[in-house]
């Protein structure tokens, strides 16, 4: 009987069914058993091959089994591919954030007493390289003589860092010593081999007004500090006039009125002068000083004249010729404050004789060289003849 069962076990697994594959699982005593057991092992399983038809047929199928889910509340479009874009600049830091008319100044510059100086312009602290700046092409870096001395190397590594960012780069210096004549010099040799514009400044109070001034006049042009000279007779009087000391305009007014013209008045003695309303005696002695008082003052010092050797003189009883020389010179600059001292009519009077003499001269010169030319002329044709 129990061979009977057996053979029919046997058949049925020699008789597999018709159209299936079957496939072995080996158990885990298999796998990790005995090398016995792998002899028993059964072959790899390799699926029929498909075609192309067969293959896009199922990617279809697939496609449109799950195409409900697009409809559904669970799906989302993926998200676009990426785009090269290129790098933005990294933005500026509280300097851009900073008021337009106001004076940035570096990190660096904290504990600088210069700061407390500077009342006429707003100015908040900033990252930026140089020291100040003054504007959208200006910036400003500031040394002192004394820490130029300590640090002989420093400003030219600040100017280096400063490069090609600013038109206008100022370096305030501070002369803060005495003996200023060799730091200075290297000072403004390191500005005029990097061209850079050198302020000196002996106070505090003197830097900081330098800095506000650039600052005030940032966006205005030259001619606003340039100074304007008109062309008129008028402005022309009011500043020749206005150069005296305690005339003013009005003044210029009246005696342009009572005069007439600049000559009139440099002839006017002062009674005429005096007669002029709200002309003071003071005015009157500054006018009438002014044009006839002569230009180089004459010392009434005599020059003595010390000789060499006087013992000597002395010894050999001859006359000393020294004295001679003495009175000789004494008596020159009496007479030349005798002489008449000139004045400001007396010098336009000399030099416009001197031109008129010399315009003499050059055209007698012109007529003598022609004269000598026609003369030559007719002697040769008389000898040719």
């Not at 060799?182 to 400044?201: I, M, N, Q, S, Y």
């Not at 000391?245 to 007014?253: E, G, L, M, S």
């Not at 002029?276 to 020059?303: A, M, Q």
């Not at 004249?305 to 004295?323: F, K, L, M």
Request: glycine share 4%.
């Amino acid at each position: 009987m129990d061979g009977q069962r057996e053979e029919q076990q046997h058949a049925g697994r020699r008789q597999p069914e018709p159209g299936k594959n079957l496939i072995k699982i080996p158990s885990y005593q298999e796998v990790f058993g005995s090398g016995a057991s792998s002899s028993a092992a059964p072959s790899s399983y390799n699926p029929p091959p498909t075609t192309a038809a067969a293959a896009s047929s199922s990617s279809s199928s697939f496609s449109q089994a799950f195409s409900f889910l697009k409809s559904t509340e669970f799906y989302s479009p993926p998200p676009p591919p990426p785009q090269a874009t290129t790098p933005r600049p990294p933005q500026a830091s509280s300097s851009a954030q900073a008021p337009k008319n106001a004076i940035l100044v570096s990190h660096r510059q904290k504990g600088n007493p210069l700061l407390k100086h500077i009342r006429n312009a707003r100015w908040t602290y900033a990252d930026i390289v140089p020291d100040y700046v003054l504007g959208q092409s200006s910036c400003a870096l500031y040394i002192s003589l004394r820490y130029h001395l300590l640090h002989p190397d420093y400003l030219y590594y600040r100017i280096r860092e400063l490069q090609k960012n600013f038109k206008l780069r100022v370096i305030l210096c501070h002369i803060d010593v005495e003996d200023v004549v060799k730091p200075l010099h290297e000072v403004t040799r390191t500005a005029l081999l990097h061209d850079c514009t050198l302020l000196c400044g002996w106070s505090l109070e003197e830097c900081g007004r330098y800095l506000e001034t650039i600052k005030v006049y940032e966006n205005k042009s030259a001619d606003s500090i340039r100074e304007h000279m008109d062309n008129d007779y008028l402005s022309r009087l009011t500043h020749a006039l206005t150069s005296i000391r305690h005339v003013n305009k009005t003044d210029v007014v009246t005696l342009g009125s009572s005069f007439g013209s600049l000559s009139q008045v440099m002839n006017a003695s002062m009674e005429e002068l005096a007669r002029c309303p709200g002309i003071g005696e003071r005015k009157v002695k500054r006018l009438h000083d002014t044009f006839h008082e002569p230009f180089k003052r004459v010392s009434s010092r005599p020059n003595i004249v010390v000789p060499d050797t006087p013992d000597r003189e002395r010894a050999s009883g001859q006359p000393s010729s020294t004295n001679d020389g003495a009175q000789d010179a004494v008596e020159k600059p009496e007479a030349s404050v005798n002489k008449k001292s000139s004045n400001v009519r007396s010098a336009l009077t000399e030099a416009f004789a001197k031109y008129s003499e010399k315009i003499r001269n050059q055209n007698r010169d012109s007529t003598n060289v022609a004269g000598e030319g026609t003369s030559r002329s007719t002697m040769g044709d008389e000898k040719d003849q």
